[in-house]
């Protein structure tokens, strides 16, 4: 990522190199290693401002401090308001689990703050989220969940934890979310807020997808009730298509698995909604998501 690589480059020289994530190598995120630049002198559309900034990153620290501190690690909040970077990233270095989100990211138009707190949250699920992880330079896995499970983490626990202090009803009061989406909360949820709480979760999904759409200079809308159709037949642990990423979200946003129920961190089936179970729009989607053969 622009001033990273080389100071990843230098580090290598010196002593063994910290691993990254989105990807392995430090160089991208959760997108795609891009060179869009947002400065912060730019004025945001989208209502982001410093504030919001902080405001969303300090609301989901408070929350998973804690949580890393009980896995006898220290989480690093990484907060580059200034770099106009349009990405972010995971790391591990010792005893440290870090994010890295930047200003760029959270400037650009398609990112609403409710997007920006779904970056932060899959950037968590890189440490947090469990298995499928990513392939490790040397064999095997990694220490980091890969960019869908990341996806699915960051809208099924993370997400609700971040929103279920709010009056969701009264913030998706006067907010248009497809038809789709809200029957599908309502047949997954019974209570008001929770149902609420799905709708604001799957439009922050929307936003997010937006950004990826508008990254890869694609023209097909995103759709809830359009779902990637692509079926793996092994992990993809690369990023998804926007769409692909998008269902995911929205999976995450309708399963109705306990957000403090933990993924396990091998057992990729614990606490998650599963096809085995007989869920389907609220499982891990096929398109990169490789069904257990039984």
Request: proline share 4%.
């Amino acid at each position: 990522m622009k001033r990273g690589i080389l100071t990843l480059a230098a580090a290598a020289v010196l002593t063994v190199a910290p691993t990254y994530s989105c990807d392995q190598h430090g160089t991208s995120g959760i997108v795609e290693d891009n060179n869009l630049w947002i400065p912060a002198n730019i004025k945001a559309v989208n209502g982001m401002s410093e504030e919001v900034f902080n405001d969303v990153l300090d609301r989901v620290e408070a929350i998973y401090a804690p949580i890393v501190k009980a896995e006898g690690k220290k989480l690093s909040v990484q907060r580059n308001w200034e770099d106009g970077t349009v990405n972010a990233y995971a790391q591990q270095r010792g005893n440290t689990w870090s994010i890295a989100m930047f200003g760029g990211l959270a400037r650009h138009e398609a990112v609403t703050p409710d997007g920006f707190a779904m970056v932060a949250c899959h950037e968590l699920g890189h440490h947090l989220g469990g298995q499928p992880r990513k392939s490790s330079w040397f064999g095997g896995t990694s220490w980091a969940s890969n960019e869908g499970q990341s996806d699915y983490f960051g809208a099924m626990k993370c997400m609700r934890k971040y929103m279920e202090v709010d009056d969701n009803i009264a913030m998706m009061a006067n907010v248009k979310v497809p038809e789709f989406a809200v029957k599908q909360c309502q047949d997954n949820f019974s209570n008001a807020e929770d149902i609420a709480m799905c709708k604001r979760n799957a439009m922050a999904g929307m936003s997010l997808a937006g950004l990826f759409k508008a990254l890869r200079n694609l023209s097909e809308p995103l759709r809830f009730d359009t779902p990637d159709t692509n079926v793996v037949t092994r992990h993809n642990h690369n990023h998804p298509e926007p769409q692909c990423r998008l269902d995911t979200y929205f999976a995450g946003a309708i399963c109705d698995k306990d957000h403090y129920a933990d993924i396990d961190p091998s057992d990729e089936a614990l606490n998650v909604c599963t096809r085995s179970e007989g869920f389907d729009l609220e499982a891990r989607p096929r398109c990169w998501y490789a069904v257990p053969r039984s």
